[in-house]
């Protein structure tokens, strides 16, 4: 149950689209809560690997969708609206991007490292257009994404261009300043002046 919020927010995110691709879909079920909600009407679900597609196919079995197994969009051949990249790190989205067609809409939660995610978004011609976090035991960052450009500072790439306009983002940034605070003392010098950075960037909303 863990990760129900999680879910739900990407699944309310695909409303409006018409065709979904979900790339690592894991189990697929964000997509069968988006086809249990009314929000779309047909899915490609994609894994580079056969058991969690094949775990996908059991899931949803009654719903109009297609089987992929594909490393990213390389053997994606359907068109599509709305790409869903979720649930995996920063650097392997980021890998994953550099093959993605420019003109849909993506919806992107990395694990860690949002930071890096926003950097290559800044320069690979990609602009945020939103962010949500949402808390289900862990602190999950969602961005929706599509071609265009964007000048990031270097706040912006811990804090995110939207998320810092988000009252609900100032529980995430006090959690990760408590994070860096517990860990400070154990790191070597260079590390603490780097944590001190970092705890100035989140400290400052």
Known sequence: ???????????????????????????????????QKGYIKHAIASDLREEPLNQAKANLKNYPVSFVLSDGFKEIKEDFDLAIIAGMGAYLITDILE?????KTY???ANDKQEVLRSYLNESGFEVVDEYVVHDKFYYIVMIV???????????LYLGPKLKFK???????????KQYQKIISH????RQKELLKLIKIYSKL
Do not use: C, W
């Open 167 to 177: 009252p609900e983002a100032k529980s995430y940034y006090q959690h990760k300043i």
């Open 1 to 35: 149950m863990a990760r129900n919020k999680r879910i739900d927010l990407l699944a309310s995110l695909t409303n409006g689209y018409d065709t979904v691709l979900d790339i690592g879909t894991d189990h697929g079920l964000v997509l069968k809560k988006a086809f």
């Open 107 to 109: 919806i992107l939660q």
């Open 99 to 103: 093959h993605a067609p420019k003109d």
């Open 187 to 190: 790191a070597d010098e260079m």
């Open 146 to 156: 599509k071609a265009g450009q964007m000048h990031l500072l270097e706040d912006d």
